[in-house]
């Protein structure tokens, strides 16, 4: 029988030989299927961010972020370096608990939604509970592992 057990007990496994580093097949194939969907927004938003870093950093300052001039370039670059990292699945925990702090952040201070006007709200809303599930999806990745088709995973399997 199979068993379930968390990834950081050492003891984890997806498969019944009880080995907790690697899935089977069609797991590993889902997981990096994960890593690509869920790495892809970051990327894509945060290469736009990096790009028009100036405009970025105008945008938090309107929302009153602290110091925007230091955090934009941060945040710019945790979204897309970060994103790209979860892509690849390298250092994926870090990546993947790094990138949900990051989202986090931008919920509470981009779709504060219990502050929008009404005409607003409903669309702020969705954009905050978007990323709650993102940041869901973001936390499952950092407890199951990139699994065997990422960066990591090649790591683990040379010995490094």
């Known amino acids: 029988m199979t068993t379930y057990r968390s990834r950081s007990s050492g003891t984890a496994s997806w498969n019944h030989r009880g080995d907790h580093r690697t899935g089977t097949g069609w797991?590993?194939?889902?997981?990096?299927?994960?890593?690509?969907?869920?790495?892809?927004?970051?990327?894509?938003?945060?290469?736009?961010?990096?790009?028009?870093?100036?405009?970025?950093?105008?945008?938090?300052?309107?929302m009153g972020v602290p110091m925007a001039s230091v955090t934009a370039p941060v945040g710019a670059c945790v979204e897309f370096f970060g994103g790209l990292a979860i892509v690849l699945g390298a250092w994926t925990w870090l990546a993947a608990i790094l990138v949900a702090g990051f989202t986090v952040v931008a919920s509470f201070t981009a779709h504060r939604f219990w502050e929008a006007p009404p005409d607003q709200r409903t669309m702020q809303t969705i954009q905050f509970m978007k990323n709650v599930a993102i940041?869901?999806?973001?936390l499952a990745l950092a407890a199951a592992g990139p699994g065997r088709f990422s960066l990591d995973g090649f790591r683990r399997r040379s010995g490094d």
């Open 27 to 62: 797991q590993d194939s889902v997981l990096l299927l994960a890593r690509v969907m869920i790495g892809a927004i970051f990327v894509q938003s945060g290469f736009g961010k990096l790009a028009g870093l100036a405009a970025f950093t105008t945008s938090m300052e309107g």
């Open 135 to 138: 940041i869901g999806g973001l």
